[in-house]
């Protein structure tokens, strides 16, 4: 594939996912979910009335910055409401979501580029990310968790960018912690991204050192203050590009722990920090470390992860599956030509021939697949660091790796980064908190699709073919949900696939 087409795929995938997003995006003239939050809180910056949330500030900035801009253009003001305390349009409130989370899908796909430097599998990873259903939703509404993965992704992909520029790491490793700043200053879970380029770090600095010690050769924990600078291990974009054997991620120990310590510690925590300002200015009720108790506190307060506390609450073990989505709205209608019910309880049984429903749920095939594929690379890494140890009748790791195998280890560690944690949270939970992790699932399949293509044996190019295909058909199947469009009894009953759906 040409650079010109893989810019033209790129391109494609930006302009799909901003359609999704976009298409329609004024229906239901009221606030659907947390918008009595979000978009409320967002006009109370404008307003300066002073609030307290249950996270930190930049989401509910953002959200501010879209009402200001959205209110100063001429178009999409058909409709308004007073439900955030000012007379808006929910265009207003909403539109930034949808431009900012169609880049997602592009960020996706950088991050799979810089890991291998095959397009395909670039074009392939964002384009499945563009048919999630729950993105889609997600960006479509006045909420933030778009922007914890929106900035966490982009903290990642800069980092990886570091390691590919030698002259110019400084600049991308500064950008990166400013990013992952900004993923933390949106909700606290933000801080998954980083721990997880935290742990490839310190794996690649372990691996390393067991290898030279078990070799007899010079320990490298003196080096970690003293980045290497050698021809030999300093690789470059173009030497990258030109020998695709050569892994992006060995390059992990040329960052030094200094650099990490203030690329990544300092700069994050005080961009963490500065963002507090603004609001800490406008509600002086609690300062900066009296406002993170009482976050803390509420957090606390939201009790058991059961239905009891909440009909959609969902451990974590449900999520990768799917079991318990979410409905973010459910109204119905006697026809397509009622006006759109946006007030009121449902009509009763019999009555609503026309069903309105917003479901938080992602592409099931995208999920299934997605954690097959996650499981597969866990497989492939057990079979990659047993084979050694088998042969030689003790431990051992490999000396090197190829892309393929630092691929699945950079996914399978920051899939688990951003899962496991939520084993032992107690409160009530939600699949969108499932986001942060199933990311790396969607890069995962794409992987798996892109070596099934290229295979040399048909029935794989088949399997490729035809789980591309069920991706694709899921999303034309389940887009009534994700954007609202009204549906039949009948044809809501076929999405619900399971009752726990419901």
């Known amino acids: 594939m040409t650079k010109k087409w893989f810019q033209i795929g790129l391109a494609g995938i930006f302009l799909f996912s901003l359609a999704l997003r976009f298409w329609g995006l004024g229906r239901f003239n009221t606030l659907v ?48 409401n007073g439900l955030t305390g000012s007379l808006l349009s929910p265009w207003s409130y909403r539109w930034i979501n949808a431009f900012s989370g169609s880049f997602i899908p592009l960020i996706i796909a950088g991050i799979a580029y810089q890991l291998s430097y095959r397009r395909s599998f670039a074009l392939l990873a964002g384009f499945f990310t563009a048919c999630d259903g729950i993105f889609i939703v997600e960006s479509r509404y006045a909420l933030i968790n778009i922007y914890i993965v929106l900035f966490g992704l ?29 993923s933390i200053a949106t909700k606290w879970n933000g801080l998954f991204f980083l721990i997880g380029i935290y742990l490839i770090w310190i794996i690649n600095w372990v691996w390393q050192w067991i290898i030279k010690a078990t070799s007899q050769t ?34 992990l120990t040329q960052i030094n722990i200094l650099q990490i310590a203030f690329f990544l510690g300092i700069i994050p925590l005080t961009i963490y920090s500065l963002i507090w300002i603004p609001h800490l200015q406008l509600d002086t009720k609690y ?13 606390e307060r939201l009790g058991g992860n059961n239905a009891k506390v909440h009909p959609y609450c969902a451990a974590w073990y449900k999520w990768p599956l799917m079991t318990r989505p979410m409905a973010y709205y459910y109204q119905t209608a006697r026809s397509v030509t009622d006006p759109l019910p946006v007030f009121g309880p449902t009509l009763p049984p019999g009555a609503g021939k026309v069903i309105y429903d917003v ?17 597969f690379l866990i497989g492939m890494l057990v079979i990659q660091l047993a084979i050694p140890s088998v042969k030689q009748k003790r431990f051992s790791l490999p000396t090197t790796l190829d892309v393929d195998t630092w691929i699945a280890l950079y996914l399978v ?47 794989l190019r088949a ?7 069920l991706i694709v058909l899921a999303l034309v199947f ?20 399971f009752n726990s759906w419901i």
């Open 359 to 375: 479901h938080a749920m992602g592409n099931p095939f995208l999920w299934w697949f997605g954690a097959a594929a996650i499981l």
């Open 478 to 497: 389940w887009i009534p949900v994700y954007l609202g469009l009204p549906l039949s009894p009948e044809g809501y009953k076929a999405r619900m696939w």
């Open 218 to 251: 010079t320990n490298v924990i003196d080096d970690l203050f003293t980045s290497s600078k050698s021809s030999s291990t300093i690789a470059s974009v173009s030497e990258l590009q030109s020998t695709a054997k050569i892994p992006l991620l060995q390059n």
């Open 154 to 182: 982009l903290g990642q992909w800069l980092f990886l960018v570091a390691l590919a520029n030698y002259k110019q790491r400084h600049i991308y490793l500064a950008l990166a912690g400013i990013a992952f700043g900004a």
């Open 33 to 80: 979910f947390d918008e009595v939050y979000y978009a409320k809180f967002g006009n109370d910056y404008l307003t300066h009335v002073p609030f307290f949330d249950g996270h930190p500030p930049l989401g509910k900035y953002m959200i501010a910055v879209g009402i200001w801009l959205g209110s100063h253009v001429p178009f999409g003001q058909d409709t308004v």
């Open 463 to 469: 399997l490729g073919i035809t789980i591309s295909f």
């Open 287 to 299: 300062g900066f470390i009296e406002v993170h108790k009482q976050i803390l506190e509420f957090h």
């Open 413 to 459: 560690v920051n899939y688990a980064t951003n899962l496991v944690p939520w084993i032992k949270v107690t409160r009530c939970a939600f699949i969108y908190h499932y986001m942060t992790a199933v990311v790396f699932t969607f890069l995962a399949i794409a992987w798996f699709v892109d070596r099934c293509l290229y295979s040399y044996y048909r029935p």
